[in-house]
């Protein structure tokens, strides 16, 4: 009687998770650090751009931290899958930026005004992504960067 006892407090406990390394965990999130930076930022900032530490991450949930270190723009971040060729991507030369409404956008930030942090969560499948700031006149400045999701 005490043997069969043992064997269902044992299962219980796998059940419950109690017992560490038996059950296989969820997949944690993978966390995508994002500077958003221009000249006024100073320190010897030339150009515009995004920083992204780091630049692979595990397929499934993606938690941005996104910071704007700007001290005079506001600047977001998109998360776009991209077309085979870059030079495809639809761009309105009034408007000075992508045209959001033809690209196959994941996610948006909005905007962050100088100083300001957002945190953004995406679910992204294996790949290669561009990462971009599509306020008017940014995304040719410089302001976009990959990402790549591996399994």
Not at 16 to 42: C, F, M, N, T, Y
Not at 107 to 133: E, R
Request: net charge positive; proline share 7%.
């Amino acid at each position: 009687m005490k043997r069969r006892s043992l064997l269902l407090a044992a299962t219980g406990l796998l059940a419950v998770g109690l017992v560490p390394g038996l059950i296989p965990r969820a997949h944690a999130a993978s966390v995508v650090k994002v500077i958003q930076e221009d000249p006024s930022a100073g320190h010897g900032i030339k150009h515009m751009r995004l920083l992204v530490s780091p630049h692979t991450v595990k397929a499934g949930e993606v938690v941005f931290h996104i910071k704007n270190i700007s001290k005079n723009l506001t600047h977001e971040v998109l998360v776009i899958k991209p077309p085979a060729k870059l030079s495809e991507m639809p761009y309105s030369r009034k408007q000075n930026r992508l045209i959001e409404s033809r690209i196959d956008k994941l996610a948006d930030s909005g905007g962050q005004k100088p100083g300001q942090s957002y945190i953004m969560k995406v679910d992204l499948k294996p790949g290669k992504y561009l990462l971009i700031c599509n306020q008017p006149g940014h995304y040719r400045a410089g302001m976009h960067t990959w990402l790549t999701v591996t399994h």
